[in-house]
């Protein structure tokens, strides 16, 4: 497709299992960014990627998130022994150029984690 | 946390009336960019305008910025039910896009 995908679509863990959150960007786009987004709350800002560099994770809740792409294409979003507070959606997003380009950002439809 | 305040948080009006959703935020931009999210979806580009712009339209939008108040403000003219969805501007401050909690428009047919 020519979209932002993200995989899975919902995701339900115990707490303190490890959950891996796949997003696909629009190919050849440059920047990849992560937000979580809480019910009836704007999306809060992750993590930023140029390529396969990580130039930004100071949002970045703890140290048990973790995220990364290795080719400069897809991402992964990692976070270890998950607590209640992470369930959230997780939105993730890319556009054309480096970020102070101000491209647009394409969005992918998140992914729902419910922590039990 | 977020940068940006939308007002008001909730908005309810007829099909065929207009809405408009203000946007302030804290530190000096570049520009200042709207999205629309759908219940259930992602967040979809609206609209941006620069700092140095003060008014931009897009169809049925309208968008202002008053760079010395900092804020930001939306009109959609002639609303549809199909506008229904939570709006939210975002700035930029180094690699962050930082949005603000939204504005949730509900439109009656």
């Known amino acids: 497709g020519a979209g932002v995908s993200q995989s899975p679509r919902y995701k339900v863990a115990k707490r303190g299992q490890d959950v891996a959150l796949r997003c696909d960007p629009i190919?050849?786009?440059?920047?990849l960014f992560w937000y979580q987004q809480a019910l009836g709350q704007g999306p809060e800002f992750l993590t930023y990627f140029q390529n396969e560099a990580q130039l930004d994770k100071s949002g970045l809740p703890s140290d048990r998130f973790f995220a990364e792409r290795p080719e400069g294409s897809v991402s992964t979003l990692k976070i270890q022994r998950t607590q209640q507070e992470d369930s959230a959606v997780y939105l993730c997003?890319?556009?054309?150029?480096?970020?102070?380009?101000?491209?647009?950002?394409?969005f992918g439809d998140g992914t729902r984690l419910s922590i039990l | 946390s977020q940068q940006g305040e939308e007002d008001p948080q909730a908005l309810s009006i007829q099909e065929g009336e207009n809405a408009t959703m203000n946007c302030s935020y804290k530190?000096?931009?570049?520009?200042l960019q709207w999205y629309r999210q759908n219940s259930g979806r992602g967040l979809v580009h609206l609209i941006l305008i620069r700092s140095n712009e003060r008014e931009k339209h897009s169809g049925r939008l309208r968008v202002t910025l008053d760079t010395s108040k900092k804020s930001s403000s939306l009109l959609i003219t002639a609303s549809r039910a199909a506008d229904t969805a939570s709006y939210f501007c975002?700035?930029?401050?180094?690699?962050?896009?930082?949005f603000g909690a939204g504005t949730r428009l509900f439109v009656k047919a």
């Open positions: 997003a890319s556009s054309r150029s480096r970020v102070d380009i101000n491209q647009p950002q394409h």
């Open positions: 975002a700035t930029r401050g180094g690699f962050k896009t930082i």
């Open positions: 530190t000096s931009i570049n520009n």
């Open positions: 190919s050849g786009h440059v920047s």
